[in-house]
């Protein structure tokens, strides 16, 4: 395998009309959002949260879809200030996440490929994404938590936190999937009220979700600049 070339590297012919300038783009594709998603329904506060969570998916039908706790904006913005950790079920929900969007520098944790999962995993005869969420143990008091892939991972949550795991400050509970992902979601949505136990919270009905989805949220939540 050769090394980058060291002579000087032309740009093709452009033959198709696109705009190919990188800030421009990032405005349009915003103000796209905003004219063709209906927001009607959103919280203010969260308007921004919805339309990123629309340019994850390139769906502004998405909106009717979004079930978003009238806390959450607030605290998780508070958390995350204050350096909250944020807890990721998935590799790619993780490197997705805009460490400028940061506002204190905030860890940010995957377990997944910890030495400790797959012998979990085994033992308890769950995916080793759910395993890895015990790990989450230790920083889960007042955390972040992002979930854009398995809905056993949302449940395994649910359940450490019934049998009296500390609470995060925010769930982000976007697994996506044909198996568990709708019921997952159903079950934060409903967690409150099943339980006693009221975690601010978004999600999305039905069985949408994954990575980039579950990572624009975080990042809308993150900073207060669209």
Known sequence: MTGPQT??????????????????IYVESFAMIRREADLSAIPIEAEK????MVHGTGEPALTKDLVIHPDLVRASATALRAG?????????VATGVTAGRLPA??????????AQVPGLARAWGTTRTAAAVSLWEPFLLGAVIAIGNAPTALFHLLEMILDGAPRPAAIIGCPVGFIGAQESKDA????ADDHGIDIPYVTIR???????ITSSALNALASEAE
């Open 7 to 24: 002579h000087a590297i032309a740009r093709p012919t452009k033959r198709y009309e696109y705009i190919d300038d990188g800030p421009a």
């Open 49 to 52: 949260l919805a339309v990123r």
């Open 84 to 92: 909250a950790p944020i807890l990721c079920d998935a590799t790619m």
């Open 105 to 114: 520098g905030n860890d940010v944790h995957c377990f997944l490929h910890d």
């Open 188 to 191: 934060l949505t409903s967690f």
């Open 206 to 212: 039905g069985r949408r979700g994954g990575s980039a």
